[in-house]
């Protein structure tokens, strides 16, 4: 297939400004040169790591979610367990890294499963999704000091209902699912 991603009709960046730096929101403001000349005096962009999710399947065929508050949307939701790449981790060590942080869940034959970007037009990082089956439950979690998260086993006909009607709502988690159960013919 071909490559329709590239820097075909890039911006020029004339200058940048950070606004705040801080460790969960880096944003700058950049005066940029479109291909045609014209100037954008104010576009912001929100800097962030990149981020990890996983669909995690039991040896015995359960999903491993979690369900966790989110001050953003001010709800409680199901999610895939996820987190932040830190610095010198590759996408699949900060992935199993969060796999066992948040649940315990280790193991098993592990695949990259798809590649995101959250927001194009306004943040600069990609959210890589993995595919982990046959994990198994190896320790307790090791949360971080602001984590509350449930850990629940679903049968895969439940997540997908979730899916389905409109339950899991974060996209970066609800994308990789639809692959999941409609891309492969796992349902």
Known sequence: MENTINEDRKWKVLESEY???RPWLTARRDRAE???GRINNEYYVLEYPDWVNIIAVTEDGYI?????YRHGLGN???ELPCGVIEEGETPLEAAQRELLEETGYAGGQWQPWMTLSPNPATSNNLAH???AVGVKRVSGQSLDATEDIEVFLKRPKYVRSLLENNQILQALMAAPLWKYFFGNNNS
Do not use: A, G
């Open 19 to 21: 606004l705040i730096r």
């Open 129 to 131: 999704s993995f595919l």
């Open 34 to 36: 479109l291909p045609d």
């Open 64 to 68: 491993v979610l979690e369900r966790q």
């Open 76 to 78: 409680t939701c199901y």
